[in-house]
């Protein structure tokens, strides 16, 4: 599926206000109430558009420490690394997961409430899972640059 300019209009749009109105979305983009649902909905079933979100503060909700945490496993096999990516998934503290080229091979970023809980989610989950053979945790003094908004040329 093709995008034009229009469509990358309203994708810049919806990510700095998911909460906009159709007909304030339409009003900016200069098209129509019923042409922008339309469009809305194509970029949607088409995958440009995955979820919408609300973004909070950690800080607000108690989520004082992130951790980026290195992995590597003991075997590079389609079935080890399909494991590992099942389980990694079913644990709330992971908020990305990155399969990655170098020396390790996953790259985890988490947010907790203390370093018990980190420590915690390491000898209690991620070090219990079969396959992994090593970790190396960072931990995030302070988030210089955070932004979720991919700009659409």
């Not at 919408?52 to 989520?63: C, F, L, Q, T, W």
Request: hydrophobic share 40%; net charge positive.
């Amino acid at each position: 599926m093709k995008i034009d300019n229009i469509d990358k209009q309203i994708l810049n749009l919806l990510q700095e206000n998911a909460r906009i109105t159709n007909v304030e979305l339409a009003s900016k983009v200069g098209i129509s109430p019923p042409a922008m649902l339309e469009r809305v909905k194509r970029l949607e079933k088409g995958g440009f558009l995955k979820k919408y979100v609300a973004v909070i503060n950690p800080d607000k909700v108690g989520k004082n420490i992130i951790a980026l945490i290195s992995v590597w496993l003991s075997a590079h096999q389609l079935s080890s690394i399909d494991s590992f990516t099942k389980q990694i998934n079913k644990f709330d503290e992971v908020l990305e997961c990155y399969h990655i080229a170098g020396e390790e091979d996953f790259i985890l970023k988490i947010m907790a409430d203390s370093i018990r809980d980190v420590e915690s989610f390491l000898l209690q989950k991620l070090t219990k899972i079969p396959g992994v053979s090593k970790v190396n945790t960072k931990f995030v003094l302070s988030t210089v640059k955070y932004e979720t908004k991919i700009n659409v040329k």
